[in-house]
């Protein structure tokens, strides 16, 4: 399984030309994003609650990176795991989810 870290995140901001950008997919519940999400220009951030993934997996493109991203990063990894068995190849975890991301990138967004 592949993790990102939060800096390493930010540094997928500038693909190379004609590269796809990355999906941040938030498998959080919808209580937990309305509290706290991850929001980078240029990216798109889809929420997607874990339980729903495999019933809406027609929605993602396996030809786009895909960043999980859960609160610790346990849910997102088990996504991700789901992901690579259905053949996606460019799918990361979020290494210590929206909570490591707000500690050590971007304290704006809220820890709960």
Known sequence: MKQISGRDLVGMTNPAAGAPIP??????????????AIRIDGFE???MPMNSVPGRISELD????VVCIC???????QVVAFLERQGFEAVYNLAGGLDAWSAQVDDA????
């Open 71 to 77: 609160h610790h990063g346990a849910r997102s990894a």
């Open 109 to 112: 967004v809220p820890r709960y």
């Open 45 to 47: 951030t889809r929420l």
């Open 62 to 65: 396996p030809a786009q990176p």
């Open 23 to 36: 999906l941040l997919l938030d498998v959080r519940e919808p209580w937990e994003f309305a509290l706290a």
